[in-house]
């Protein structure tokens, strides 16, 4: 049974293919011969307990510079489509809450993956923090002198903007730098909300595992090693992915947070691992997919429509 899959991205026209993945979604979806749509979340609209949207049915080919094929718009009730895939890229701020809360009327009549009130109650960097014990020492603050007894605690700190994304304005400060207070300054007139405060992990050097779970069981894994000079893991900062087995300790990450993830329709989510602390729950448009693929990893894509139809055929 071909389904109706609606695609809720940044314009597609804009997107990394090498490394998106939502693209290795559409193709995986479309391989199967479902029907695709494609918009921006700017279009949806809420009228009584109707959900409307302008949609653009779409082709899509793993060709770099011609990537995808768009007709033309129609409004669309969104109850007709059996599928939503909301994965357009953070930051998490109050578009993407409004969209989640837009979205939720419809769900789970049509499935919208994830389930969007719970993406709305886990942002990454906060909703790890349910696993203390998983996690390297943590505070969620931007109270100067909190941070100060957390820095002279454990001295080698990174600060990070609790809604940041990407690898952006990730700072790690030693325990002697002379340019915490200039930091703190500028994180204090650039970010409304709290700062994410944890121990900086020196073997951050030899990766930051991005491992792929689907319906709350583990699908794949890659491990990405900061380039020469940079802090950062991220792949779009440089972060060069390797092929990667778990460890027990990763392993028995996965194990705790499997349940609770199924549990709360996060279908697809990605953890980050440093020397087996946890330090992110993504829910929101976890990356990996294609790295994973392309190392000679499983096909995560593959999983997860082999679970969306399940769910959508039950």
């Excluded at 979806?29 to 009228?47: F, I, K, V």
């Excluded at 549990?263 to 330090?279: A, Q």
Aim: proline share 6%; hydrophobic share 40%; glycine share 8%.
């Amino acid at each position: 049974m071909a389904l109706k899959v609606a695609v809720q991205m940044d314009h597609i026209s804009t997107i990394n293919i090498a490394g998106d993945s939502a693209f290795a979604m559409m193709l995986e979806a479309q391989s199967r011969g479902h029907e695709l749509y494609h918009y921006t979340p700017d279009r949806l609209a809420l009228r009584g307990e109707e959900v409307f949207c302008a949609l653009e049915p779409v082709e899509v080919r793993d060709q770099k510079g011609s990537h995808f094929t768009l007709g033309s718009r129609t409004r669309t009730d969104m109850r007709e489509m059996d599928v939503v895939l909301m994965r357009q890229d953070p930051p998490f701020d109050l578009s993407y809450i409004a969209a989640t809360h837009i979205l939720e009327k419809i769900h789970p009549a049509t499935l919208v993956v994830n389930n969007p009130a719970e993406v709305r109650n886990a942002p990454e960097k906060l909703f790890v923090t349910d696993f203390p014990d998983l996690m390297p020492p943590t505070l969620i603050t931007k109270d100067r002198a909190e941070i100060d007894l957390f820095r002279e605690e454990y001295g080698d700190i990174v600060m990070k903007p609790l809604f940041g994304h990407g690898g952006a304005a990730v700072f790690r400060i030693t325990k002697d730098d002379l340019n915490y207070g200039s930091l703190y300054d500028f994180f204090d007139v650039t970010f409304r909300e709290p700062w994410v405060i944890q121990q900086f992990l020196p073997n951050v050097k030899h990766g930051d595992k991005r491992i792929l779970l689907v319906d709350g069981e583990f699908a794949g894994a890659v491990n990405r090693v900061p380039a020469e000079g940079d802090l950062r893991s991220n792949m779009v900062r440089g972060g060069a992915p390797t092929d990667s087995d778990l460890t027990e300790r990763e392993r028995e990450i996965c194990a705790r947070l499997g349940p609770s993830l199924k549990e709360k329709g996060l279908i697809l989510v990605g953890i980050d691992v440093i020397d087996g602390m946890l330090t992110e729950i993504n829910v929101t448009a976890p990356t990996g997919i294609r790295a994973i693929r392309n190392l000679g990893g499983p096909d995560v894509a593959a999983m997860v429509w082999d679970v969306l139809e399940g769910k959508v055929r039950a």
